[in-house]
């Protein structure tokens, strides 16, 4: 099958930014993509519903023999993300600080640590950042109280100048150093994650009950060759909650009419279920892990701290399915082979930008790539089982190898549902099973 039309729907992940910056990136990333594969790739503007919770647009891409039509989806959340960093700065601090001593005291932070010491690592960092700025306030705070006692002033005078001047500093490093150091949006994400975990979030569950309604009218009613549910960093599980709710509302959703993938990338699903509190959101992982209508592919990276690298979404949550499980199937991304080399040194240590690699533009050609797996003539499906002759297809300047690329392609075959795919020339372990 050659994909002739194409449908994305993108869930995105815990990111303020919404729609305008995330459509410039796009848009910027889709002209670099153009000029690495030399194919003609052009983006309509975005047009949003009528409730402005979706925006969509259209690409049309033309390579060597093959024409492809995509119309992209954004589901969009910014509104939520953008009022929990209007909040309090104090309220913020403890209503964090007191979800993460519970997260310690539950062992919810030991079971991050030994699922991956990396993003334990990231998620604890905010924690460390304030607690660094709250003893720099409170040592400036502690000389400027011994001053004025030097001075002669009254216990209590001193008492109220050093906490004014203690909490005065902590609130102006955590404002104005927020560009550097994120602690603010870190901490709105624990917030966030917490109360999604235990369902105290409802207009989050409202708009993705209405997203999971949007999902199956598009099934239903779309002439794609295939439907393309992505979702990158925490809209992976947002992604998966919202096809597992689909689903229960139409059990035969994707038996017939186009096919029917999710695509999660960089994702972080213990964030929510490793959380005891989650039992809805397991008991959905569970349905999509023997969905047969569906084929699910999740994507890690080792350099990216922010995913959950090397693990098993559905065998560490605790759920054996024996047999009849044949979701997800794990494929390791290595941005090393999709970054050049003058670029790779810098690009390593910006974590942000490490994580959004997923859905930006490569540098060099590689069987992983986002804008293929949007604009590209070959199957998701088919791409992830064959990915050397689906790089051929495009990469190829000789129309026979080509030709021998798509029948590779269209030879019968499954990939391994249980298995760990390396999109690199270099060999990792098996995807790591946690009970």
């Not at 409730?51 to 647009?57: G, L």
């Not at 304030?130 to 040592?139: D, F, I, R, S, T």
């Not at 005065?168 to 709105?188: D, H, K, P, S």
Request: one cysteine or more.
């Amino acid at each position: 099958m050659r994909v002739q039309n194409r449908h994305i729907i993108y869930v995105q992940g815990y990111d303020p930014r919404g729609l305008a910056q995330y459509y410039r990136m796009f848009r910027t990333e889709l002209r670099k993509f153009g000029r690495l594969y030399q194919v003609a790739a052009t983006i309509s503007r975005p047009h949003s519903s009528s409730d402005s919770e979706i925006a969509s647009w259209s690409i049309e891409t033309k390579g060597e023999n093959w024409h492809t039509r995509t119309t992209y989806d954004f589901l969009r959340f910014e509104d939520f993300i953008q009022n929990d960093l209007a909040a309090p700065i104090w309220r913020i601090v403890l209503e964090a600080v007191w979800i993460y001593w519970r997260l310690m005291f539950r062992g919810t932070i030991a079971r991050f640590w030994r699922a991956n010491w990396r993003f334990a690592t990231f998620i604890t960092w905010p924690h460390i950042i304030l607690l660094l700025e709250a003893v720099g306030a409170a040592a400036i705070a502690f000389v400027f109280s011994k001053g004025l006692d030097a001075l002669g002033a009254p216990s209590p005078l001193n008492f109220l100048a050093a906490a004014a001047i203690f909490f005065a500093l902590l609130w102006g490093a955590l404002r104005y150093f927020e560009n550097q150091t994120y602690v603010l949006y870190l901490l709105c994400d624990t917030i966030w994650t917490w109360q999604f975990a235990h369902r105290d979030r409802s207009e989050w569950d409202q708009r993705i009950d209405r997203f999971a309604q949007y999902l199956t009218d598009v099934v239903r009613s779309s002439n794609a060759d295939e439907i393309v549910i992505v979702g990158h960093s925490s809209g992976s599980f947002l992604a998966a909650e919202m096809l597992a709710r689909a689903l229960k509302c139409d059990p035969t959703l994707g038996r017939t009419g186009p096919r029917l993938m999710l695509l999660t990338l960089g994702g972080n699903f213990p964030i929510v279920g490793f959380h005891k509190a989650a039992s809805d959101f397991r008991a959905h992982l569970a349905e999509l892990a023997v969905a047969q209508q569906i084929d699910w592919i999740d994507c890690q990276a080792r350099k990216d701290v922010m995913n959950f690298f090397l693990f098993d979404p559905i065998t560490a949550h605790g759920i054996e399915l024996g047999d009849s499980r044949r979701n997800p199937t794990i494929v390791r991304v290595r941005f090393r082979e999709i970054i050049k080399p003058e670029h790779y040194n810098v690009f390593r240590w910006q974590f942000f930008r490490v994580h959004f690699q997923f859905v930006m533009a490569n540098e060099r050609p590689h069987a992983y790539d986002f804008f293929m797996i949007v604009c590209g003539p070959v199957p998701l499906r088919e791409r992830m089982a064959h990915p050397d002759a689906a790089l051929a297809v495009v990469t190829a300047n000789d129309g026979a190898i080509r030709e021998n690329a798509w029948a590779a392609l269209d030879a019968p075959g499954r990939y391994g549902a249980l298995g760990a795919t390396d999109l690199g020339s270099y060999m990792e372990p098996s995807a790591r099973r946690r009970g």
